[in-house]
């Protein structure tokens, strides 16, 4: 089974800095999806940005990028120029290919991050 | 994309006794998924819903407890029974697109006193 691991429970960066969130997964698959979703204290899942594995090119969106390293089954999260909007938990997630994709996402314990004005 | 819309929102309700959260999607999927996050944790997959047959409970949840609808393509029901203190969470509904994002229903918060 696959697994996702958020190996920091709290983060904190200054606003307009950069702080990275790191994740890291195990899976015996070649083939697979992983991201990157904000909950804010509404509770609503929102994406923040997605990988395909075959994709070499590392995913970016705005003032989110990551640094996917397939070799190493890293997938970390760098945002830079941070906002006081972006405080939230942050979850990695990862998503199986088989079943024509219908399968659920496998989940990270989330990381808490913190923007000081 | 695929907008649902999840209710109630929030309830507090008396141990003991049950409530039922429905998910709305505004197109066909083939399967929904249920999560629960408890307070400051991660999503625990409940079950997944696939029309026209039993749902598929991970292991620790059971059917009794969390009875779940899917009477057609579009809408899902999971319910919480008899409940205690502990069931005190976050419940989400999702729907995954082929190749894409997973969406979520904007979460039902149950407080049970």
């Known amino acids: 089974a696959q697994t996702v691991t958020q190996s920091q429970p709290e983060m904190s960066v200054q606003e307009a800095e950069t702080v990275t969130l790191s994740c890291t997964y195990d899976?015996?698959?070649?083939?697979?999806?992983l991201f990157w979703y904000k909950q804010p204290p509404s509770r609503q899942m929102i994406l923040v940005i997605r990988?395909?594995?075959?994709?070499?090119q590392n995913a970016t969106e705005n003032r989110f990028s990551v640094n996917f390293q397939k070799a190493a089954k890293s997938f970390s999260l760098k945002i830079s120029d941070s906002q006081l909007g972006d405080a939230a938990m942050y979850f990695c997630a990862y998503r199986s290919p088989r079943n024509s994709g219908n399968t659920p996402l496998v989940f990270g314990k989330g990381t808490r991050l913190s923007v000081i004005a | 994309s695929a907008v649902i819309s999840q209710k109630p929102s929030r309830d507090i309700c008396q141990r003991g006794t049950s409530l039922t959260i429905q998910c709305q999607v505004d197109?066909?999927?083939?399967?929904m998924f249920w999560y629960r996050q408890q307070p400051g944790q991660s999503l625990t997959l409940i079950a997944t819903a696939n029309q026209g047959s039993e749902a598929t409970y991970e292991s620790g949840f059971v059917i009794d407890k969390f009875p779940i609808s899917r009477p057609n393509l579009t809408f899902s029901t999971l319910t919480v029974s008899n409940m205690s203190p502990e069931d005190s969470s976050i419940y989400l509904c999702s729907v995954m697109r082929k190749g894409s994002e997973a969406f979520f229903g904007q979460g039902t918060r149950l407080t049970v006193v």
């Open positions: 990988q395909e594995a075959y994709k070499q």
């Open positions: 197109s066909q999927v083939t399967m």
């Open positions: 899976t015996s698959e070649s083939d697979y999806y």
